[in-house]
């Protein structure tokens, strides 16, 4: 077990065993943060919402495919890519994926709408840069990172460094407000992506005042040499086994960013709450209420920067309870009060309620999402760091490609409003059927469109019309028939409880092994 610090001068960590390096670092990665999180929590919203004026309008299957190769491309390219980051040194990986990051989000703002190509082609090519320059952006931040960081700072360190993180996510959560006009149109969506090319650039200038970071590789080593030690080195039972674990684990706590969104803005009632916001000073109450067909709501991305705010309220003192704890036995507990959370906040339409389900999430994620890094860069081998925290990526890549295949399946067929909307009104007989199959119906997307000849973007309009109900008791109307939220939710939570089991047999047995038992 190597702990890094036999490669820390005094003169890079500083009387407090942090310096510029570090912080360096931790700048870098705020900007990337925003960037990334003005893009991820809007996301959601563009790809599928039925009635986002300015979005694409994809199906909620399409949005699983495009984020699950996000995820397999953002995570799963740091096996190949941590290796490398510890073979040509880290500043000059940082370098090329900082700009490979502002071409992806340059293209999302520009290829919409070309000719001959769909507009789902061109949004999945522009994430797959995007998740490219990601994929090599993270094991050589880290790598460097675990490379500035003694063992007895470890803990703090990173947790520091999650703290970075999430102050990046909580600005990018309300950065839409002020780039997306209301109702969002095409012009303000691109804004938005531009914004985000904008604020990678800043890492171009930071990286000249960055030094670089020995790797303690070999940087001579050949790159077909590098490939087959990134590949030997994984197949290790114990580790295998760890991520198996851990994929469980994300596959569970990534639907309350990608798929939290949807389901937010479809059927959770935070009039109340956007009431008491009201009272605030007028440009403050702008930014954190809008006006929907239910009435005043607090934006979805607002209610899940609440995430990102715990965490940076309580991510640093929580390093500092659990700097001497084993660090399985700190996942463990975090796994624990993320399921709680996802159960809280998924099985109700209260913005109270599901603020409780998100702070109990995040405590959970703040116990557990610094740790499985700090895990791996103590049980990694020396010069393997940059390696190791490529690996650490690969349960994060599985986890939400099955996950997001998952909820683009369930939330499609049992979750999304517009869909039950359509449903009902078969079911109930209140619009006149057609034949699928016929020659004006190709205009519509799917089956169910097909057969009514309504479009999803238009199905809550057509239910409230058919009905004589406005929008909120329509809502209330379709989520008391189908009952959503025990579809979506329960077999994500039922997948957190089998992750924290085995992890809890994982640290038992952890404990005889002295190279694991961290």
């Known amino acids: 077990m190597t702990t890094g610090a036999d490669t820390v001068s005094p003169a890079a960590t500083g009387a407090r065993g942090f310096g510029r390096t570090f912080w360096t670092l931790n700048t870098i990665e705020m900007w990337e943060r925003l960037a990334y999180y003005n893009l ?53 990986t940082l370098g090329f994926s900082v700009i490979t990051m502002m ?56 947790g520091i460094f999650y703290w970075v993180v999430n102050v990046g996510a909580f600005v990018g959560h309300f950065l839409p407000g002020a780039l997306l006009l209301t109702p969002h149109t095409v012009e303000s969506w691109r804004n938005l992506f531009l914004a985000s090319a904008a604020f990678s650039s800043l890492n171009i200038g930071l990286l000249f005042f960055l030094t670089d970071t020995p790797t303690g590789a070999d940087q001579t080593e050949p790159i077909l040499t590098t490939l087959k030690r990134t590949f030997t080195n994984i197949w290790e039972i114990r580790l295998l ?28 009632d935070s009039s109340g709450m956007a009431a008491t916001l009201a009272t605030l000073p007028a440009p403050l109450a702008g930014m954190l209420t809008e006006q929907t067909p239910r009435g005043p709501m607090v934006p979805q991305q607002v209610m899940l920067s609440l995430n990102a705010l715990f965490i940076i309220m309580g991510v640093i003192p929580m390093s500092w309870v659990t700097r001497h704890m084993r660090t399985l036995e700190a996942m463990l507990i975090g796994m624990m009060m993320a399921t709680a959370g996802v159960l809280v906040a998924g099985l109700t339409q209260s913005a109270w309620i599901l603020v409780a389900g998100i702070l109990c999430f995040s405590i959970g994620e703040m116990t557990t999402g610094p740790k499985k ?116 939710w329960l077999p994500f939570a039922a997948v957190g409880v089998v992750s924290a089991t085995g992890l809890w047999i994982f640290g038992r047995m952890a404990k005889k092994w002295s190279d694991m038992n961290a």
């Open 241 to 268: 086994a760890w991520m198996l674990i851990m994929s469980g684990f994300w596959l569970m706590m990534y639907q309350l960013w990608d798929l939290q969104p949807n389901f937010i803005a479809d059927w959770v």
């Open 373 to 488: 890094s700090e895990y791996l860069g103590l049980i990694a081998p020396p010069g393997k760091k940059g390696l190791y925290l490529g690996y650490v990526n690969i349960p994060v890549g599985v986890g939400v490609y099955l996950g997001s295949k998952i909820a683009g399946y369930v939330y499609g067929e049992f979750g999304e409003k517009a869909v039950l909307a359509l449903k009902f009104m078969k079911e109930k007989a209140l619009v006149p059927m057609f034949d699928p199959t016929a020659p004006e119906a190709a205009a519509f997307k799917s089956v169910l469109e097909r057969t009514l000849h309504i479009a999803r973007s238009d199905a809550l309009k057509t239910l409230m019309e058919v009905t004589g109900k406005d929008a909120t008791a329509a809502t209330q109307m379709l989520w008391d028939t189908y009952q959503p939220q025990y579809a979506v």
């Open 40 to 92: 991820r929590v809007m996301a959601p919203i563009y790809i599928m919402q039925a009635d986002d004026p300015g979005g694409l309008h994809l199906s909620s299957a399409d949005k699983g495919t495009i984020y699950a190769w996000w995820a397999a491309f953002q995570s799963l390219l740091p096996i190949v890519t941590g290796g490398f980051a510890d073979r040509f040194g880290y500043k000059r």
């Open 103 to 158: 071409v992806g989000y340059l293209m999302m703002a520009f290829f919409r709408d070309t000719p001959g190509v769909d507009n789902f082609t061109t949004f999945f090519v522009s994430i797959m840069v995007l998740a490219t320059g990601t994929a090599f952006f993270k094991p050589s931040i880290q790598g460097s990172l675990a490379h500035s960081l003694p063992k007895e700072k470890s803990s703090v360190g990173w």
